[in-house]
């Protein structure tokens, strides 16, 4: 048997297992200006098309071009680059920020070059797939914690042979949507003398005082021993990432963090964007508050426990339940996430819901008309 049939043998195989247990995923285009009522995106303020932040986009984009022509550290970084790193970095109360390409290249950034062999990386079971593969990348011994387990955290950093540790977690996770104990986390750290690392992805825009993050809702905002990574592609309405931190840590990501060394700059458009986003959050902080008060409301059509995040989850156990309980939905105007191993733990497949700001009375009353009817026969 050739190389090439052993290798397209083993891709049908898997497809078939994939397909067997309800597992495999598909591609499907969004059109524009479609119908469907969105509880599946990430655009939780919605400002996806704000007026304010397409004009920063085009602004950006006339004045710098479509790409950002190279890495920062050659000629991709511009005047809009800083300027958001700054505004970014005043938002959540750091004292810098440094802007990459995506919330994923920031976590494998911030973490690898934090790390390193010799180095102890304690990691949230919960933690986002960006996180979990920066662990896998870092050389490091890495010890994953039962989710949200204070004493286990303690005693592994307590126990350690290492120098240097690092604690990684999401600050609001991303598929059940609740909080991370960040007190109880930095005080562990500030006992054992591990930084914290706090992927802000969920937080920043929903949680905090006008959407400035958990970090800053605590009161842990510009402790030197905390280290935020964060999305612009969620809360902020465009793509790309940051790590927001002392000026030490952005000195030394920009001399170590190969995400940020290799990697192209951020489009001027995206930039832009994020900036203007940025702005109208920062004028209209009451966007923050209303992502929450949609959330409760999507809570309440399915009888799920109240939120702390804009993401409620419907667990419904089968991963086949899960996707045809997201068709039903699709099919009477309302489009809403599925997610299924190995995104949740096996036997708890959902339907995700992500609240929006802008949602209005009318796409309300129908939301609550489609999720009681799916929900109720899914469970049934």
């Known amino acids: 048997m050739s190389n090439d049939r052993t290798f397209s043998t083993w891709l049908d195989d898997v497809e078939h297992r994939r397909r067997a247990a309800g597992l495999r995923r598909e591609l499907r285009p969004r059109t524009a200006g479609s119908a469907l009522i969105d509880l599946a995106s990430n655009d939780y303020l919605g400002l996806v098309r704000h007026p304010e932040v397409l004009h920063g986009a085009m602004t950006a984009l006339r004045r710098w071009g479509a790409g950002a022509t190279g890495s920062r550290l050659v000629t991709g970084s511009t005047t809009e680059h800083q300027l958001l790193e700054s505004e970014l970095a005043e938002f959540v109360g750091a004292e810098a920020g440094l802007v990459f390409s995506s919330g994923y290249t920031a976590n494998l950034g911030a973490v690898t070059a934090l790390s390193g062999a010799g180095s102890l990386i304690v990691s949230d079971a919960g933690s986002h797939a960006s996180l979990v593969d920066a662990c896998r990348l870092s050389r490091a011994r890495v010890v994953v914690a039962p989710h949200s387990d204070i004493e286990f955290l303690r005693a592994a950093l307590a126990t350690r042979s290492e120098e240097r540790a690092l604690v990684v977690t999401d600050s609001v996770f991303s598929a059940d949507g609740d909080l991370a104990p960040l007190v109880a986390m930095h005080q562990v750290c500030r006992d054992t003398g591990a930084v914290l690392v706090v992927d802000e992805a969920h937080g920043v825009g929903v949680r905090g005082e006008g959407g400035r993050g958990l970090v800053h809702e605590v009161g842990l905002a510009g402790e030197p021993d905390i280290v935020i990574t964060a999305t612009l592609s969620k809360s902020l309405a465009s793509q790309g990432g940051a790590v927001l931190a002392s000026e030490k840590v952005r000195a030394h990501l920009i001399d170590a963090a190969r995400t940020f060394i290799f990697d192209t700059g951020l489009a001027p458009a995206a930039v832009g964007a994020a900036r203007a986003a940025l702005s109208v959050l920062t004028r209209e902080p009451h966007r923050a508050a209303a992502v929450l008060d949609r959330a409760r409301d999507l809570a309440r059509f399915t009888g799920a426990a109240t939120p702390e995040s804009a993401v409620v989850s419907v667990i419904l156990g089968d991963p086949q339940r899960a996707v045809d ?27 995700r819901l992500t609240a929006r700001a802008t949602l209005d009375e009318e796409e309300l ?11 109720a026969g899914a469970s049934a």
Not at 337 to 349: L, Y
Not at 365 to 375: M, N, P, W, Y
């Open 365 to 375: 009353a129908l939301i609550e008309t489609v999720l009681t009817s799916v929900v």
């Open 325 to 351: 309980a997201a068709a039903a939905c699709r099919e009477l105007g309302v489009h809403v996430g599925c997610f299924r191993p190995p995104s949740v733990p096996e036997g708890t497949s959902r339907l």
